[in-house]
């Protein structure tokens, strides 16, 4: 299989590429990037290839069978779609877009077009995860009545003044950079219930004046502008009714509290989880009048690879998975939903 890889950044180096190339079922035909020494430079790194600037001359190609696209936020809807209308399976990162709108144009486009549209969850494709899944589905912890949601780390704002931190190009800061993730996970744990009403308040405190801003280390900092824009949330807090549990949230990619506190609590009546993210997670129950606390140990495999080898499956299986937009559009909604709230000041019924 054939794929092209869009946006030839950090996730493109860190998560996708090496995936691909580890996958004997595909190969890279093209590293494309509107900074073409970055896509010549994948060439070289990785030996295969063509470097190419425009986007569309992936597209053109009836060779290429699915690209990944791993762009800044602004440019997933307008690069899957016009993907999907080539008739190219796509897997963009996430979020899918900077608003619901955005979202459901690229839904819409799927159903019209018939090509596949995944989007990067891939928390969905992690061993452990899937595991809490289905300890969940199995009923080990009863009735999941209430989760709570920490992203909190002390400063830690990407790229400030870049596209991280640009609403025009991001859509959000730390909820859709961060939140998304975790948000999802829940989501995906508890079936993807239908969410009802959405309360909660995005700040914008820490980043302004730019100038000022204090940190010990920043992720992506050669994207780094002190010229440029910081109008996103550097943190935010919540709730979430849905036919499922309640969730309630605080997230900070900065805050005047140092510490950083990663992790999902999934309470039930019969049992309890804390997930820590992008690591195990610990189990709570009761067992004959006994206190009981095990920590699960599991044989795990990268969730890229998982998600990756996922992707290359379904492209000649047509089988959904779980990370398919047509799912993964509910968690796009209330990250809308919250942004509104905010907006509003007000609690959101959807």
């Known amino acids: 299989m054939k794929v092209g890889i869009i946006g030839c950044g950090t996730i493109a180096n860190s998560a996708h590429i090496p995936a691909y190339m580890a996958n004997p079922d595909a190969e890279i035909k ?8 970055k896509a010549q430079a994948c060439v070289e790194k990785y030996g295969c290839g063509i470097a190419v600037k425009d986007y569309h001359d992936v597209l ?5 069978q699915a690209v990944s696209v791993c762009t800044p936020n602004k440019m997933h809807p ?3 779609i016009d993907a999907m209308r080539a008739g190219k399976d796509v897997l963009c990162e996430k979020p899918s877009a900077r608003t619901y709108k955005e979202a459901l144009e690229m839904l ?3 159903l019209e077009t018939g090509r596949i549209l995944n989007i990067g969850v891939v928390n969905r494709f992690n061993d452990y995860v899937n595991l809490i899944k289905k300890y969940i589905d199995e009923g080990k912890l009863g009735e999941v009545y209430h989760v709570y949601v920490s992203f909190r ?15 025009a190009i991001a859509g959000g800061g730390a909820l859709i950079d961060w939140g998304v993730h975790f948000m999802d996970i829940v989501m995906y744990c508890c079936s993807d219930p239908k969410p009802l009403t959405v309360t909660g308040e ?3 405190k820490l980043g302004t004046p730019m100038d000022k801003y204090v940190y010990r280390r920043m992720w992506a900092e050669d994207t780094k502008d002190l010229n440029g824009t910081y109008d996103v949330d550097d943190s935010v807090t919540g709730m979430i009714r849905t ?3 309640v969730i309630t949230f605080n997230g900070a990619w900065a805050q005047n509290i140092d510490q950083q506190e990663m992790y999902i609590d999934f309470m039930g009546d019969k049992g309890g989880i804390r997930l820590s993210y992008g690591s195990t997670f610990e189990f709570y129950t009761t067992e004959g009048g006994a206190l009981v606390k095990y920590t699960p140990e599991i044989k795990t495999r990268d969730h890229f690879r998982n998600e990756i080898d996922a992707f290359v499956k379904d492209v000649e299986t047509r089988e959904k998975l779980p990370s398919s937009i047509e799912t993964v559009i509910k968690s796009q909604q209330i990250l809308h939903a919250i942004y509104d709230s905010s907006n509003k000041h007000k609690e959101i019924k959807l």
């Open 30 to 37: 093209y590293f494309c990037d509107i900074i073409p020494e």
């Open 60 to 64: 053109a190609d009836p060779e290429v």
């Open 78 to 80: 307008r690069i899957s």
């Open 108 to 110: 819409n486009v799927h």
């Open 153 to 167: 780390a002390h400063r830690s704002i990407p790229g400030l003044g870049g596209a991280f931190t640009t609403k």
């Open 202 to 204: 995005a700040f914008c």
């Open 243 to 245: 036919e499922g549990p």
